[in-house]
């Protein structure tokens, strides 16, 4: 149910996203992991559901626990990376969605949830930015 | 770093401080004294309406700075803010906490994200037109009203 | 635990699953904005879920003190879950994956995007939690 990547014996990365509701940058951080998952890195990027780890689902905790995990905060609450280390594992790599805004300021997305062209280029600037640190292989063009 | 105590307000779901260790300018900042110096920061009100901190910009220190004049920018996803002087004087210092994590702003308004500090010229005759904490609360409390109209 | 109601509450929190993995997650997302921003925008808040479970201090206290609905989109009803165990029971759970079976409208093809079509999909979930705000705020027992 929305898990990807073969886990037996491969490395799979969890991404995280806070998918906070009261600011564009939860969804911002959550278009780029479906673009990580669905686009970048089909073969090596799965998610869960932050909630469902949160409750101790034993599949969402077996996944984060026996991957590498990044998690993508919306902003310095950093939630995704604080609940994920409250069940103990700690997280291999922590991005803010904020920093890559301060990289890209002219893209201001729309709204919290519609968040425009600039904020879907947001999204896939950070998705790009992850696929290179996680060495996803370059998909060949189509 | 005074433990600081605070007059607070919950509005919807949101909680609005106010330092009582500090003096407020109208235009949202405030002021704390230091030693001999002045520390300055942008009040609770100011980055919750402003939202995520994603650049400061401050006069640089050995800059100097009118009561009411422009200090530097704060820019967030939404909008820039002027951030005003509340007092005369020379910048000290800046804080470079902020340059890595602008955040601490929004995090930690009056500790952490203290914005300079300001060598007063005229501490004893500005310090009077600043408002004290129980005489700023009710004005924020008034501004608040406004915005959750919007 | 003393339990404190609130007699006529005139704020109602709404606590969305925000769940990656479905498009009923995401629908959560949309319905709860809906109703927050166009339906009820002078009596609702929205509850941050995975802020309010990372301990932040508005969102729990709100919970504590004003009543709240949990949307989930599935049956694992992980807001439900959380807020149960964080500030108390919700006054109503609504689970999407039941209500768009009721009403015979399907889900929304993609966890990514909605679409046009989805629109229905959002505007039951986004009536459902009106309606029961508006119960709330009637003062129901």
């Known amino acids: ?142 | 770093m005074p433990e600081n105590r605070y007059l607070e307000t919950t509005y919807d779901k949101f909680i609005f401080r106010a330092s009582v260790d500090c003096l407020y300018h109208p235009e949202e900042c405030w002021v704390r004294e230091d030693g001999g110096l002045l520390v300055v920061g942008v009040t609770d009100f100011q980055q919750k309406v402003g939202g995520d901190i994603a650049f400061v910009e401050t006069l640089e220190p050995g800059s100097e700075v009118k009561q009411g004049g422009g200090a530097g920018t704060l820019e967030t996803i939404k909008t820039t803010l002027t951030v005003v002087s509340p007092v005369s004087g020379e910048i000290s210092e800046v804080n470079s906490s902020l340059e890595d994590d602008p955040q601490l702003i929004n995090t930690d308004p009056f500790g952490e994200g203290w914005l300079y500090k300001i060598k007063p010229s005229n501490w004893e005759g500005e310090k009077a037109s600043l408002l004290d904490a129980q005489t700023y609360f009710p004005k924020m409390e008034e501004k608040i009203r406004q915005e959750m109209k919007k | ?141």
């Open chain 3, 1 to 141: 635990m003393l339990e404190l109601v609130e007699i006529n509450p005139q704020k109602v929190g709404i606590i969305p699953c925000n769940g990656e993995e479905l498009p009923e997650g995401t629908l959560t997302r949309f319905a709860c904005r809906k109703v927050l921003d166009k339906l009820k925008p002078n009596n609702t808040v929205t509850i941050c879920l995975p802020l309010f479970i990372a301990g932040g201090k508005e969102e729990r206290e709100f919970a504590q003190k004003f009543p709240t609905i949990t949307v989930d989109g599935c049956d694992k009803r992980c807001s439900r879950i959380n807020t149960e165990k964080l500030s108390g029971k919700p006054r109503h759970s609504i689970v999407i994956t039941d209500l768009l079976k009721e009403h015979g409208i399907n889900a929304p093809g993609s966890a990514r995007t909605l679409v046009d079509m989805d629109q229905k999909a959002i505007d039951l979930v986004a009536g459902e939690i009106a309606q029961k705000v508006d119960e709330i705020l009637a003062g129901e027992k």
């Open chain 1, 1 to 142: 149910m929305g898990q990807k990547g073969d886990q037996g014996g491969k490395v799979v990365v969890v991404v995280l996203p806070c998918s906070g509701i009261g600011k564009a940058y939860g969804e911002i951080g959550r278009q780029a992991t479906y673009a990580l998952m669905d686009d970048l890195c089909p073969d090596k990027v799965t998610t869960t559901c932050l909630a469902k780890l949160m409750i101790g689902d034993p599949d969402a905790l077996d996944l984060v626990k026996n991957n590498t995990v990044i998690t993508i905060d919306g902003c310095a609450h950093d939630c995704a990376r604080k609940n994920v280390e409250s069940t103990g594992k700690k997280v291999d790599t922590a991005v803010r969605v904020i920093n890559t805004f301060k990289q890209h300021k002219d893209l201001k997305p729309a709204g919290v949830l519609e968040l425009g062209e600039p904020g879907f280029k947001l999204a896939q600037i950070l998705a790009e930015d992850l696929a290179a640190e996680i060495d996803c292989p370059r998909r060949k063009e189509e």
